[in-house]
């Protein structure tokens, strides 16, 4: 197989595997991208602690308690409460983003 369709068939399931990992979550909407090297994740900030001021307040807190790197949607479109992730990589770096995304928003969730 062409390695073009290779790459564009294994985002098309990151994208999907990230859809399905985060569709019962309360905190956060998943964002359509298409035909993009990244997906977006809309993040639901009033669920959160008083902590979380803003989305980069929030990437600050994930990267220093998970070690993840994930990029603002302030970075793009000013004050919007998304996040943009890189999906042009392993299956499995998306399946341990959702353990450890799901684990920080459940402990900084209000209770």
Known sequence: MNKM????????????TLKKGLENEPYCTF??????LYSTIIIHLSKFGAEMTDMIEFAKFFF???NVMIFPGTFFAGEVDFI????????KIIEEFLVRFKRF???????
């Open 31 to 36: 964002g359509h991208s298409s035909g993009a």
């Open 64 to 66: 220093a308690e998970e």
């Open 84 to 91: 943009r992730l890189v999906i042009s990589c392993d299956i």
């Open 5 to 16: 369709y290779e790459c564009i068939d294994m985002m098309k399931l990151n994208q999907q």
């Open 105 to 111: 928003c459940h402990k900084h969730l209000k209770l």
